[in-house]
């Protein structure tokens, strides 16, 4: 059956329009870049140490040389946490760098954390006298301890050892807290749960972790963290900082 010619106008101005159509989908934005936690493998059962730089500087979890933090546990005056840097060996490959955690009851904690080319730290053992753990070894896998870029309502794994895990969440960016040292605005809060008990960890811009649970920061010496530290300075009482 032959088309009638006017039919055959309608069919050919659709044509135009669909081919329209399609070549403002071909101008289309590329996808934007994986931010937060999109595209990591999270806990990581195989990490590359080709993926991995020598030195901790993500601005949230700076781990420079030297730095050390005081903490006081609020309404306990006799309840004090220290926190040091020292060199880490190699976890898989991967070299570490050790943040040392001292309780005031003489109780010490090794944690091994290494960051990747994007930014994102992550945790790759533990020694401890209550147990111990490293990636690759029996099961246990490095978890993402502070993403690059956090983003509120990202969750992930920071460690997995011995059948369990260690969960955090980012539950807020950019609160206000206030703690002995002075009070900051440029923060990221994340809620961490480990053997059933939660608690919460604030993390200021330059300076690292200014609470944790009950524990706020009174004393911070950044040692060769001066350069993140000078942008995340609290508003009040600048004297309690060292160096």
């Not at 936690?37 to 730089?53: A, C, I, M």
């Not at 990636?135 to 509120?152: I, T």
Request: charged fraction near 25%; proline fraction near 7%.
């Amino acid at each position: 059956m032959r088309t009638p010619a006017r039919s055959k106008i309608r069919l050919a101005a659709a044509a135009l329009i669909a081919l329209a159509a399609l070549s403002g989908c071909g101008s289309a934005s590329a996808p934007s870049a994986p931010t937060g936690v999109d595209g990591l493998v999270v806990p990581t059962p195989d990490p590359r140490p080709s993926d991995f730089v020598d030195a901790i500087d993500n601005p949230w979890f700076p781990l420079l040389p030297g730095a050390r933090w005081e903490y006081d546990v609020a309404r306990a005056t006799t309840e004090e946490l220290v926190l040091e840097v020292e060199p880490g060996g190699e976890i898989a490959g991967v070299p570490t760098t050790v943040l040392v955690r001292t309780s005031s009851d003489g109780t010490v904690v090794r944690d091994h954390y290494a960051q990747d080319t994007e930014g994102n730290v992550w945790w790759f053992g533990r020694e401890a006298d209550t147990g111990a753990w490293e990636a690759g070894v029996d099961g246990a896998e490095a978890g993402l301890a502070m993403p690059a870029e956090p983003r509120r309502g990202d969750g992930f794994v920071s460690g997995r050892a011995g059948g369990e895990d260690e969960v955090a969440s980012v539950v807020a960016v950019g609160d206000v807290v206030d703690v002995p040292l002075g009070e900051y605005d440029d923060t990221v809060t994340l809620e961490v749960v480990d053997s059933g008990f939660t608690r919460r960890d604030v993390y200021a811009r330059g300076i690292g972790l200014v609470r944790t649970g009950e524990a706020g920061l009174t004393v911070f010496d950044g040692a060769s963290a001066s350069s993140l530290r000078s942008a995340a300075l609290p508003r009040t009482r600048l004297a309690s900082v060292d160096g």
